[in-house]
Structure formats: C-alpha cells, structure tokens
C-alpha cells in the first residue's frame, strides 16, 4: 500500500512538474516531448508496481491508465504541432522524426490493448498487463532518447 501511494506520489509530481513549465513558449517542443515522455515512462512504472500486488485496485488501476491516456494524447498533440513546423530537418533528424512517429504510435497501440484487458478481466490478465506496462516504460524511455538525439 506505501509503494503505491509513493508511486502515485511520485507521478502525481513529475505531471505537476510537467504542468507547471512555462507556457510562454520559453520550453522547446522537443523539451515538452520529452518531459510528456518521461511522465508517460514514470506513469507506466507506477502501474507495473500496482500489479505486482496479487490484490490490487483495479479502480485505481484504470484512473492510472486514464491518466497515462491523457499524456499519450499530449504527446501526440505536441508531435503534430513539431511536425507542422518542422520543415528544414537534416535526413539523419528526419529519420529519427519518423521514428518518434513510430514509437508514439506503438504507445498508443500497446495502451489501447492495456485498456481492453483491463475492461476484459484486470485481475485474470494481471501478468499481462504487468508485461504491458513493463514494456510501455520501456518504450517511452527508448522514445526520450530519440528526442535527445533530435534536441540540439
């Protein structure tokens, strides 16, 4: 029960932290990608811990998973709007453009299934979904360091 309210915690203050960046502009798109990124990757974290536990709430479980959705919709948000001004990019930042893309859209794959074994069975599919988190983690933390290489 600790571990998890420190996980949520925990993420509760890297989207606080997220939020509260200047909205003058001030941050680059790419900087606000990233921090979307790694508050996704944090996010996924705090769900696999949640399913370690053979008893855990599945209430809180798929308010983790609405909250994960609502930054994938930033990230995808944000994208579009780089993309839109993106214009004069190198081949090598192109390439890695496109593999954020990618990697964005394999996010939003992985957490639309999340979603449906969640509504299917939480508790039967707890391995699964663990697995999913897991990998979502993953895939943001691989997501952040194209990022890296396309910041300046």
Known sequence: MNKTLTLMTMALAATMATATEPASGSASP???LMSEAKAFEMQAREASQMLKNKKFDV??????LDRKGETLGKLQSLAASYEAGAANLTPAQQKDW???????KLLEIFHGTKNELVAQDAN????LLRAHAQGLA???GALQKTLQRLNP
Do not use: H, S
């Not at 039967?124 to 391995?127: V, Y």
């Open 30 to 32: 790419l900087r606000e």
């Open 98 to 104: 496109e593999a954020v893309k990618t990697k964005i």
């Open 138 to 140: 993953l895939r943001a």
């Open 59 to 64: 209430t809180a479980l798929q308010q983790a």
């Open 124 to 127: 039967r599919n707890r391995g």
